[in-house]
């Protein structure tokens, strides 16, 4: 028998040292080649030329995040990782644009596949961007096979909107679809114990209910009306349309044939994709003859010479990006870890070079704990220099308390705001384990030492112990945001109750300072802190990583096509694993959020 183990244990320790040996040439080798690729792609973008009367190419298929989350290898290695466009990219490339001789017009090209998710505050800081330029005399043009509310919602700014014969517009209205568990988690036995402060505080429903509560269905009827009213307005303005018309349409058809569409006045014309090609070779200057191509620059490749021309000065004004679920600890990839954040928020602090802060949030909020630790970050930091915050797509609960302490904060009238609510939520496993055959003990020595536990459901002295956390939680909350908004208390409690708000509700009941997005931020922070015209941007974390230049050595910085559109099938089974993942992020140590209902998606 000892011989057995002998040679077990000889076995053994040399496959670990084979697998080691072999582990650590294959690291060797592929880091030599990643710096070879890496200087490669370096080599590549000082090669960039921009040919006299180019079109700037924005490819609507791409969706835009106020920073990249970095990507897997396998994501990388799958042409995954170039589908993402930088806010701040874009709307440097297009403001670049205006004054660029060498460039004429704008392409909003559609013909790809509808991969962005891209949020519709966001969309609307560039369509600004896009109406700054067409505003300068310079065209833009957009074409588009099938043209969701996305598209739409930023094409309409175009001197002229083309569509293809077979194609679409789509402007049947907004709705959230939310997905319910109950039944589910009842028939598997998994429990659910909920408890919250705000009636409207409707993060745990999908878990412990099996359709909309009144308040929650209340809420999402007000936001939803709010932003399609945005839509509608914003639409409407460009294509010389009125809310009622528009909203006709979507109340009698919704989705509109080509034809249909240029009857509507939704688009200006139509025609296939061989004839938009000669229509802007004319443009650039390229003899139709040419069947190839026109002189165009894409995005991607434009956006880093624009920010190439970026002013140096000693003196900084910082950007720093919160986007992601709140998670305690140092979270992921796409979270926003709060003793990481908090402690980039203390390095921005202690640094003198750095004169102002703009704290761009992009969150549903998390963990209360780690909320309330950036939060006192951010509060610390105002007291040193100026801190402006420029609320996304989303800002709310746990993403709207570490904004409060701002000097000014900005949000977008479509932005999703407020939430300021608190919420617990307990699981136990009793029942799916029993009926699997597993049972527990357990040994204590006081009545409470297992009051944490997922054997069984909580007793309701357990229940009321958690209700009174919850409630000093919310009532800290409610507290803060009036002293740092210099509200009344009471007032706060009345538009607290985990309301969620559009950014235009937010700012009349005083939740935010201004509407307007990342460059106003920006500018408001230098006339705070009284900097003139002499600073110079810089933006945290850095993302930069080496699966990004890998990709672009593979691509050859032109766009990616890999990714395809999804059956219906398999899109409805990726939403139920989506919606099921969401709870990894709920790691908060006493399970205690600030956050969003987890499925709260606008279509």
């Known amino acids: 028998m000892r011989q057995f183990f002998k040679q077990t244990l000889a076995s053994t320790v040399g496959s670990l040292l084979g697998l080691t040996l072999f582990s650590a040439a294959a690291i060797a080798i592929v880091s030599v080649t990643v710096g070879v690729i890496i200087q490669s792609a370096a080599d590549n973008t000082n090669t960039v030329k921009i040919a006299d009367k180019s079109i700037l190419t924005i490819d609507l298929s ?40 060498r460039i004429v017009a704008i392409y909003l090209d559609g013909n790809n596949a509808k991969l962005s998710t891209t949020g519709f505050a966001t969309l609307k800081e560039v369509r600004g961007a896009l109406e700054r330029f067409r505003a300068s005399g310079k065209k833009i043009i957009a074409y588009n096979i099938d043209m969701d509310k996305r598209d739409y919602y930023l094409s309409s700014v175009a001197d002229q909107i083309v569509i293809n014969p077979m194609g679409s517009v789509d402007v049947n209205g907004f709705r959230s679809e939310t997905m319910f568990f109950k039944n589910a988690f009842d028939k598997y036995g998994i429990g659910v114990e909920v408890i919250r ?34 839509f509608k307005t914003s639409i409407g303005k460009s294509r010389q349309l009125t809310p009622t018309a528009i909203q006709k349409m979507a109340d009698d058809r919704g989705i509109f044939t080509a034809a249909q569409s240029v009857k509507n006045k939704l688009v200006d014309r139509i025609a296939y994709p061989d004839r938009m090609l000669t229509e802007l070779q004319k443009i650039s200057g390229v003899d139709p003859a040419d069947k190839s191509s026109f002189h165009k620059i894409a995005l991607n490749d434009y956006a880093e010479i624009a920010d190439k021309t970026s002013k140096n000065s000693t003196r900084k004004i910082a950007v720093i990006y919160a986007q992601g679920d709140i998670v305690s600890g140092e979270g992921g990839a796409g979270q926003i870890g709060g003793d990481n954040l908090a402690r980039q928020l203390r390095e921005l602090r202690i640094d003198k070079d ?39 797509d989303v800002a709310a609960s746990g993403g709207y308390s570490i904004a409060t302490f701002s000097n000014k904060i900005f949000a977008q009238a479509n932005t999703i705001t407020g939430s300021i609510g608190v919420i617990g939520i307990n699981y136990n496993y009793q029942k799916l384990a029993n009926n699997n055959g597993i ?32 409630d000093e939680i919310y009532d800290d909350f409610i507290t803060k945001v009036a002293a740092s908004r210099k509200l009344p208390k009471q007032k706060v409690a009345e538009i607290a109750q985990g309301r969620i708000w ?22 408001a922070a230098a006339q705070i802190a009284k900097l003139g015209k002499d600073w110079e941007l810089e933006e945290y974390p850095a993302v930069e990583g080496w699966d990004e230049k890998l990709l672009k050595r593979f691509a ?35 399970g205690v959020y600030v956050r969003l209902p987890f499925n709260l998606k606008i279509d």
């Open 62 to 101: 791409r969706s835009i995040v106020d920073i990249n989350p970095g990507k897997t290898f396998q994501e990388t290695l799958a042409g995954d990782a170039n589908r993402i466009t930088e806010l701040k990219s874009i709307l440097n490339a297009i403001d670049t644009a205006i004054t660029d001789k």
């Open 197 to 230: 402060a705000g009636k409207y505080k409707s993060l745990g429903e999908a878990q412990s209910l099996t359709k909309f509560s009144p308040e929650a269905r209340q809420e999402t009827q007000q936001l939803l009306d709010n932003l399609w009213g945005d």
């Open 354 to 392: 750095v004169k102002a802060v703009v704290l761009r949030v992009n969150s549903p909020g998390g963990s209360a704990l780690a909320s309330d630790i950036i939060q006192r970050e951010v509060k610390l930091l105002q007291q040193a220099k100026p801190v402006v915050t420029s609320m996304g």
């Open 439 to 470: 049972t527990w003990d357990v040994v204590k020595t006081s009545k409470l030492a297992d009051g944490n536990t997922v054997a069984r459901p909580r007793t309701p002295q357990e229940l009321a112990i958690s209700q009174q956390i919850v």
């Open 502 to 523: 559009s950014g235009a509700d937010a700012k009349r009941v005083g939740l935010v300072d201004d509407l307007g997005g990342l460059n106003d931020a920006i500018a």
């Open 556 to 590: 050859g910085s032109q766009e990616v096509r890999a990714l395809q559109s999804q059956d219906p099938l398999s899109t409805e089974l990726l939403k139920v694993k989506s919606e099921l993942s969401s709870l990894n992020s709920l790691n908060d140590p006493r």
